[in-house]
């Protein structure tokens, strides 16, 4: 299956999910209210969710004057991948890092850490900046967007269920006939895991995708597997202290700590098989 058929089945899935919880909780009510806070959410992110991300790592601007040989890399790929220049940004953290935001190509940012501007070689950065304009193009912000608002939409409801068992606002006959206590167990507990476990699932889906686009953007899938074994070691032993895992999708690898079980629920695959997927791409010519 490719990625773009599993993203948009998982998404469907996630929607789905949404539909089913928002009947459950108020019937035909319930299903429109869920569906309108899904459309004005997702509307919110979709549009300003680059200046929030940007704004909460206190991002600043990079130009050709202050970062001339990052300025280069960006825009012999943009031109390479025949997009906009995007602007880039510097994040003050030692922890080495990259993502990449906005809504469409015409408005997109790149944003690098100080650590990684550090420790990457030239052609290192560039295997990392065509991952980065990879997820542009494919516009893997907003489908992360998408999901990340849906799954909220999902745990949302979820916490109103909980409260409405703790106060009441769930018992009588009404309850009864959307399921009772099977459904109300659904709606606050079962369901927020499904939609994470989805909204991880997307998540994984695009990187291993990124990887592969940003691969064939810089013609050498080697570039980026020397980069990761950089950046994953680094931010073991250092994570980035700001970061937080409503954000942590968005970075080339996972920010937080990922240790023993945490890595089932990371946002990120597993770095060796990133790396054993580029090598193979390198292999296979």
Known sequence: MS?????????????????????????????????????????????????????????????QTNAPELYGIVS???????????????????????????????HAAVAVTRGIMRICTREELKGVIGHELSHVINRDILVSSVAATLAMVVMFIGSMARWGAIFGGFGGRDEDERGGIIGLIFMAILAPIAASMIQLAISRTREYQADASGARLTHNPLLLANALRKLEAANERMPMPDATPSTAHLFIVNPLSAAGIQRMFSTHPPIEDRIRRLEQMAHSG
């Open 76 to 106: 012999e790929l943009a031109e390479a991948a025949r997009i906009p220049m995007p602007r880039l940004y510097l994040i003050d953290s030692d922890t080495p890092n990259a993502f990449a935001t906005g809504r469409n190509p015409q």
């Open 3 to 63: 990625s773009s058929i599993k993203t948009t089945f998982l998404l469907a899935a996630l929607s789905g999910l949404i539909l089913l919880i928002g009947g459950m909780l108020g019937g035909r009510g319930g299903l429109v209210i869920a569906f309108i806070f899904a459309i004005g959410m997702n509307f919110f992110s979709y549009w300003f969710s680059d200046k929030m991300v940007l704004r909460s790592y206190g991002a600043q601007p990079l130009d």
